[in-house]
């Protein structure tokens, strides 16, 4: 297995945040950045192969990474393009580092331990979602029919969607035939919607699963609130585990 984080954003609704790095290196507490505690949370599963995908700031968050690589294989591949493009793009420029099972994050998500390891220990391929959550209005929402995801997307409503974070596992043939998909949309010229546009053009041949959260954290930063609320979550998980 092989670990995807996708950090080509220009993180803009971070106000001054992101001036001058990306929105990944965030300082969370206890001494992790965003970042940080994803290479921590990968370095404790054992899994060694990482693929981070930059845009602004990549030098610099190259320079970030290595305070916490210790004992992981980084590679990682810039999005020149990352002004004009989204990450579906990103994810076409890494593709021949991807061949394998594929735990894919977002590089401003926080999870917790539970969730990260529901993830790398499922059999099938999994996005996270959570039923307890009211449907959010801007951000993604995953459509269920007969138990498998059929969609992902902002514009999804109704009694089958539900709350879900860009948090993934995928087994490899699904990957495959996603990233195939990835690939025609680029050399189309879509390169500025979301992957998951790709995705929902061929999830009836895909085999994706929700995985329950069941309000355990795992949650994108997409503002300053978002950081300070996912901070306070944070904390108080570290302060009940230990660590």
Known sequence: MKVLLLNSG??????????????????????????GWQLELVRRSGIDEVVITTGPFDKLLENHVLTYSRGLHITFVNNPLYNETNYIYSMYLAREHLHDDILLLHGDLVLEPSVFNDLIASKYSVVTVDQTLPLPEKDFKAKIEEGRVKAIGIEYFGNNCYACQPAYMWKNNDFSLWMEEIERFCLNGQTKVYAENAFNQISDKLNLYPLELKRRLCREVDNPEDLKIVSGRFKE???????
């Open 10 to 35: 220009v993180g803009s609704r971070m106000g001054s945040l992101t001036q001058d790095r990306a929105k990944c290196m965030c300082e969370l507490g206890y001494g992790y950045s965003i970042i």
């Open 237 to 243: 998980l570290l302060e009940k585990t230990g660590g």
